[in-house]
């Protein structure tokens, strides 16, 4: 599907949107508009970003996640590369949803300008796959410390495939600690996902 300037294809669960703004390119190089409020609602996506958040990894295999944040704060993210790129992944984490537990990914690239919209509800995480990659993403909830929350990278009832190609994954000792799904399932509240993509 496309509109006002953006191509956007529903992943294997179809709430997460890989979405490609419309670039104009010449002999320099191009523009692109990243985020316009007015082009996204005409397309249907009226979410209501507060934060934007930015993240440097120096090395390749460095992976970040898997995060998320409980009701009342949940977010919605939309995230692109400003420089290198990543292996992107979502996990369904909504205890009503036929989903719950399964992940989709997509590769985002600063060359490509792929942006991934991940509504409230999911995880996130991702893999650089290029040494000073920079992300950027814009939240729909502001950073709340104490409903802040995630899951173990290699949890094996996720089984995301990292692209590590024979690397050790470079990884913080905050997510080295972080809980299995199934540690948390029963504390995981239910949240409504608003429609992101209209008719």
């Known amino acids: 599907m496309s509109g006002g300037g953006l191509d956007i294809t529903p992943l294997r669960i179809g709430d997460v949107l890989l979405i490609r703004p419309r670039r104009l390119s010449d002999a320099r190089g191009f523009f692109a508009e990243m985020w316009n409020k ?17 993240s440097f ?12 944040q409980y009701a009342p704060a949940a977010q919605t993210k939309l995230v ?5 790129s990543v292996f992107d992944v979502a996990v369904d984490l909504r205890s ?10 997509a590769e985002l690239t600063a060359s490509g300008g792929e942006q991934l919209l991940i509504p409230a509800g999911f995880a996130h ?23 802040d929350a995630g ?43 608003a429609d992101v993509v209209g008719e």
């Open 151 to 193: 899951i173990v990278w290699n949890d094996p009832d996720i089984s995301v495939d990292w692209p590590l190609d024979g690397r050790t994954p470079v990884l913080s000792d905050k997510d080295l600690k972080l809980p299995r799904l199934a540690d948390i399932r029963t504390s995981l509240q239910k949240v409504a996902v």
């Open 80 to 84: 692109r590369v400003v420089r290198g």
């Open 57 to 68: 990894s120096r090395s390749p295999g460095t992976i970040r996640g898997l995060h998320f």
């Open 125 to 147: 995480g991702f893999c650089t796959l290029e040494a000073d990659t920079e992300v950027a993403y814009k939240v729909s909830d502001f950073y709340a410390p104490d409903l």
């Open 96 to 105: 009503d949803s036929p989903t719950f537990g399964a992940f989709v990914s």
């Open 38 to 54: 007015r082009t996204y609602s005409d397309a249907g996506i009226t979410t209501d970003f507060v934060q934007d958040n930015c």
